[in-house]
């Protein structure tokens, strides 16, 4: 255990945030999302959900500033009658750590999952909302 290091944060994580660097990507998914067949490196976090996972995370990751969306959301896919109320939760979040750089860009499903496999690490969770994947492009600490 290290002081101020949120405890939710596994070593392997810890390891993949700091090896990150300006501008790579990570996705923190929810349970559906396939994150095995799409990730280079994966995490699992199976017993949380996003929220607690980006709120952790979002203690330690600037966001990228000179990215006009530093932040993806997977789009409903038309036809779906669905209102994801857990991006609101997200929007809480991201700006709680980064209030002036809190944008959010929707991303088509398939145009995610490309996003997904060039991502530095994708975080797989037990979050049984749907649409809850989200991905942060990193920054630099200034």
Not at 119 to 136: F, R
């Amino acid at each position: 255990m290290l002081k101020g290091i949120p405890p939710i944060l596994s070593p392997e994580l810890l390891k993949i945030l700091m090896e990150m660097g300006h501008g790579d990507e990570i996705v923190i998914a929810d349970g559906n999302f396939p994150g095995a067949a799409l990730a280079q490196r994966l995490v699992r976090l199976d017993g949380h959900g996003v929220p607690e996972v980006l709120d952790a995370v979002m203690k330690l990751l600037p966001l990228d500033t000179y990215t006009p969306e530093p932040v993806g959301l997977m789009e409903v896919v038309p036809g779906d009658d669905v209102k994801p109320v857990i991006w609101e939760e997200y929007k809480r979040i991201i700006s709680r750590y980064e209030p002036e750089n809190c944008k959010i860009e929707l991303i088509e499903r398939f145009a995610f999952y490309e996003r997904a496999k060039k991502a530095y690490a994708v975080v797989m969770t037990g979050e049984t909302a749907i649409y809850a994947n989200i991905i942060l492009k990193k920054g630099v600490v200034k």
